[in-house]
Nanobody
Framework: VQLQASGGGLVQAGGSLRVSCAAS????????MGWFRQAPGKEREFVAA????????YYADSVKGRFTISRDNAKNTVYLQMNSLKPEDTAVYCC????????????????WGQGTLVTVSS
């Protein structure tokens, strides 16, 4: 499966942004999906995950209550709605697909897309 994230940009603190990840190739609905982010000089970290059907989600504590992950299997797309953004949310956000595991550990993900940069100004 090929993944391509989009929708990043510059937003002020307290604002909102939605990033998307479009998938092509193998059956999108066969994969659990996750969002990860990597800030300059830091390791990649887990943000959110969603099961194949979209019935279950899981969030990092740092974004819980502010971010929402969702998916539209008919459109082969997963979304990350980000509200109440903070400067510390600045990072490159990328999506990933896992065939077998609904997980926060990046090692369980099989495919990765190119990221999209989100910059939150103070």
């Amino acid at each position: 499966v090929q993944l391509q994230a989009s929708g990043g940009g510059l937003v002020q603190a307290g604002g909102s942004l939605r990033v998307s990840c479009a998938a092509s190739g193998r059956t999108f609905s066969s994969y659990h999906m996750g969002w990860f982010r990597q800030a300059p000089g830091k390791e990649r970290e887990f943000v959110a995950a969603i099961t194949r059907s979209g019935t279950s989600t899981y969030y990092a504590d740092s974004v819980k209550g502010r971010f929402t992950i969702s998916r539209d299997n008919a459109k082969n797309t997963v979304y990350l709605q980000m509200n109440s953004l903070k400067p510390e949310d600045t990072a490159v956000y990328c999506c990933a697909a896992a065939l077998n595991s609904f997980a926060s550990d990046k090692y369980y993900y099989d495919y990765w897309g190119q990221g999209t940069l989100v910059t939150v100004s103070s």
